[in-house]
Nanobody, 123 residues
Framework: QVQLVESGGGLVQAGGSLRLSCAAS????????VGWFRQAPGKEREFVAA????????YYADSVKGRFTISRDNAKNMVYLQMNSLKPEDTAVYYC????????????????WGQGTQVTVSS
C-alpha cells in the first residue's frame, strides 16, 4: 500500500512559480513510478509529468515541457513538481499518483492517488 499527500499549491500570477510536493508512505515506494495529473473544472484529468521507478527518468506532457520539472527523492519518499512560467491554463487541481512498475502516465493504471492540491494562476 502507498499513501500520497500533495502540498504546495496556491495562488500565483502568470509567469510565477510553484513547487508541489508529494509525500509518500508505504513500503516499496522505490518500485513505483509517480505521476502528476491535473484536472480543471469541466475537463478530463490530464497527464502532466511522471518519473520512473527504475532510473528516475522524467517525462512530460507537451503542454508543460520546458516549464515543469519532476524529481524524486526515494530516500525521503518524496516527489516534486517544480512549475515555472505558469500560465492561467495551468489552473487545476493537481494530483500525484503512483503505479507500481509502470510509467504512471495513464490515470487508469495508477493504483494510488493523493487528495489533490489547488493551483490557481491569475492573469
Amino acid at each position: 500500500q502507498v499513501q500520497l499527500v500533495e502540498s504546495g499549491g496556491g495562488l500565483v500570477q502568470a509567469g510565477g512559480s510553484l513547487r508541489l510536493s508529494c509525500a509518500a508512505s508505504g513500503r516499496s515506494f522505490g518500485t513505483y513510478s509517480v505521476g502528476w495529473f491535473r484536472q480543471a473544472p469541466g475537463k478530463e484529468r490530464e497527464f502532466v509529468a511522471a518519473i520512473s521507478w527504475s532510473d528516475g527518468s522524467p517525462y512530460y506532457a507537451d503542454s508543460v515541457k520546458g516549464r515543469f520539472t519532476i524529481s524524486r527523492d526515494n530516500a525521503k519518499n518524496m516527489v516534486y513538481l517544480q512549475m515555472n512560467s505558469l500560465k492561467p491554463e495551468d489552473t487545476a487541481v493537481y494530483y500525484c499518483a503512483a503505479e507500481r512498475w509502470g510509467r504512471a502516465d495513464n490515470s487508469r493504471r495508477c493504483d494510488y492517488w493523493g487528495q489533490g492540491t489547488q493551483v490557481t494562476v491569475s492573469s
